[in-house]
């Protein structure tokens, strides 16, 4: 339940020597629920070691002729702005939605997802009641479990958490720093809803959007121009150093003949098309990807992936297996590209992933994106991590254009 607690939004109005140009405090609500810090994965105030965000990150970075280094993720001593992250669907608890004790499941996809933001800003990401792997299993191929009704009424509670939580989170904890809005899938979903229904209508939070970075679901824009579709103000990014705007994309192989008809990137309004926005590329072209890949994902994702490649960045898969002892994460730079493109047929907007295998060097040729149940799905469980390095690096450019334009 909330209990509403009014932050002065005109609070500068009452004071004459304020300075006029910086946004008021925006209104924010006291949560009973996520007052308890049991009720986040990550928060500033959580011990290290019960912040999901704070597990260990090496990455073994293969180049192509098969020298590794390892690149690790250290703390930046002093945080200027904030991470807001909501994580996709992820729970496998046996109702429609999930409860709110997180496992496994939770634990391990935020880190994965979320936790090399930890470098650029302060972390908070709530446990939400989201709707279930489980109901996701069942929906659209029978009703007789949940209907329509019931997985929509699961939406809805799913969004209410969230809201809940980042109102939480701007009246106690935020202190009017900008903010970083990420999320995947399911939780990049939410967050869209979030940013056109709180964030858009509030004048004093949309000055302090530093960029939401949302890959993993369909969003619309018009053809042509980066602002209308899915939000009223909010334009898509278009270059590094741009704030208070969107990436959002969804992945595939090239060649993958779900383009046809696929889940995600397609947007049957005339006039519009779903946003796609190449982290490292965002006025458009092909890039590298600085893809950092997991070993091992959380276990029920473990268990549905397709199997590709070798298991790892070596052809050999000894050699991987050795590996992965040391370090949890891997790079293979260089190997990995993509663009975004439209596919002929569908008009499917999609990030177009290459990898660039050679069966001569000692690097893997493949990697693995896809699950079984889901043809049309693409690569979407590797959506983040194809471009995970990019997404960070963009998060740090745009956080320090939003410092210095506040601090003018």
Do not use: K
């Not at 608890?93 to 997180?102: I, K, Q, T, V, Y």
């Not at 858009?200 to 679901?217: D, F």
């Amino acid at each position: 339940m909330l209990s509403v607690l009014s932050l002065a939004a005109g609070l500068q109005a009452c004071t004459g020597d304020a300075d006029s140009t910086s946004p008021s405090p925006a209104p924010g609500e006291v949560s009973e629920v996520y007052a308890d810090l049991n009720d986040w994965l990550c928060h500033p105030q959580l011990d290290s070691q019960d912040d999901a965000c704070m597990g260990a990150l090496d990455t073994r970075v293969v180049a192509a002729d098969g020298t590794a280094t390892i690149e690790t993720v250290a703390l930046t001593p002093e945080f200027e702005v904030d991470c807001f992250y909501v994580y996709p669907t992820t729970s496998a608890d046996p109702g429609a939605n999930a409860d709110r004790m997180p496992d496994v499941q939770e634990r391990q996809t935020t880190l994965l997802q979320a936790g090399r933001y930890r470098d650029t800003c302060r972390m908070f990401a709530p446990v939400y009641r989201q709707r279930s792997l489980t109901a996701l299993a069942v929906s659209g191929r029978t009703d007789v479990v949940y209907s329509p009704e019931a997985i929509e009424a699961a939406n809805e509670v799913a969004y209410g958490d969230v809201r809940e939580a980042f109102l939480h989170y701007i009246a106690t904890a935020n202190e009017g720093r900008g903010f970083v809005l990420i999320g995947h899938s399911q939780g990049a979903r939410l967050l869209a809803r979030l940013i056109a229904e709180v964030v858009e209508t509030t004048p004093a939070l949309a000055a302090r959007l530093v960029a939401a970075h949302i890959p993993g679901t369909t969003l619309a824009q018009p053809v042509g121009a980066d602002v209308g579709g899915s939000f009223r103000s909010t334009p898509v990014c278009r270059h590094a150093t741009q704030t208070g705007c969107v990436v959002a994309y969804a992945s595939y192989r090239a060649d993958d003949p779900a383009l046809a008809n696929p889940r995600f990137g397609l947007v049957t309004e005339p006039g519009m098309q779903a946003i796609c926005v190449h982290p490292a590329a965002l006025s458009g072209g092909r890039a590298g990807l600085q893809a950092r890949l997991p070993f091992v994902l959380p276990p029920v994702f473990q268990a549905l992936l397709r199997p590709r490649g070798s298991g790892g960045p070596y052809a050999n898969r000894a050699d991987n297996v050795a590996a992965m002892v040391e370090t949890p994460f891997f790079a293979v730079p260089g190997q990995i590209d993509g663009a975004c493109r439209v596919h002929p047929d569908s008009g499917a907007h999609y990030l177009e992933v290459r990898i660039d295998a050679d069966p001569q060097d000692p690097r893997a040729d493949d990697y693995p994106g896809e699950f079984f149940g889901g043809d049309n799905w693409g690569l979407h469980l590797a959506d983040v991590n194809l471009a995970q390095a990019d997404l960070v690096a963009l998060a740090r450019s745009q956080a320090r254009q939003y410092l210095t334009a506040q601090a003018r």
